[in-house]
């Protein structure tokens, strides 16, 4: 029950992240076609205006489409609106992991402005510092990342340990999830968000989108794989 909790939680996580870039998107006036919670075939949804709002089969996580025909019509969009789509998503983990403490003292210490929000702030900050320092050194030893597999069979676990530790979990792999987002790799929202800026130096730059695109993915589903196999093997000798 713990995994499928775990399986849930990270949904959620996932569904706040692009919630932010929903948001963020109808902050700075872009079109959305669809927004979605859950992927797959499609179960029930509604229209309002030019935007289907819609419930899919595999209700975990979700997913964004601006209303654009091409990549072309997109990157016609301005810089700066762009910029701010792409960095809604970081921003909306931030803030759920900041609300996930908030949660968390006022449910075990009970209310106060400083738990509500100054100790979510001070302990955000020093879990991003953590996990920053983690993350350079995960570059030079990626097999001390986690795949989703592990991810859910360590928060099974964790979750299992202490009535609250659900919150924890939650807030620790949105920060996770915002935290990665921002490292410089053009399939991920910082890596565009450099290349968005990139153009305001020299529009013609928009070119490198494309191949440092396509090099990101590659780069993203080989780690993927390599560090699925080794948490299977973990999970299998454990």
Known sequence: MNYI?????VGLVVLAHEFGHFLAAKLVAVPVKCFSIGFG????GFYKGITEYRLS??????????????ETQ????????????AAGGPIASVLLTIICFSL?????????FNGLLIEPLLLTGRLSSAMFNALLQAFSHPN??????GLVAQGGDFISSKSLNWLLFTASVSLNLGIINLVPLPVLDGGKILLYSLEKIHPKLVRLHYPLALAGWVLIIGLTIYIT???????CLS
């Open 5 to 9: 909790l775990a399986i849930l939680l």
């Open 57 to 70: 089969l595999f209700p975990i996580g979700g997913y964004l489409l601006p209303e654009v025909q091409d």
């Open 229 to 235: 196999v080794i948490d299977i093997s973990r999970l």
């Open 41 to 44: 075939p499609k179960v029930w």
């Open 144 to 149: 001390r990342l986690s795949s989703a597999i």
């Open 104 to 112: 968390l003292n006022i449910l075990s210490k009970g209310f106060s």
């Open 74 to 85: 997109f990157f016609k969009l301005p810089v700066n609106k762009r910029i701010i789509l």
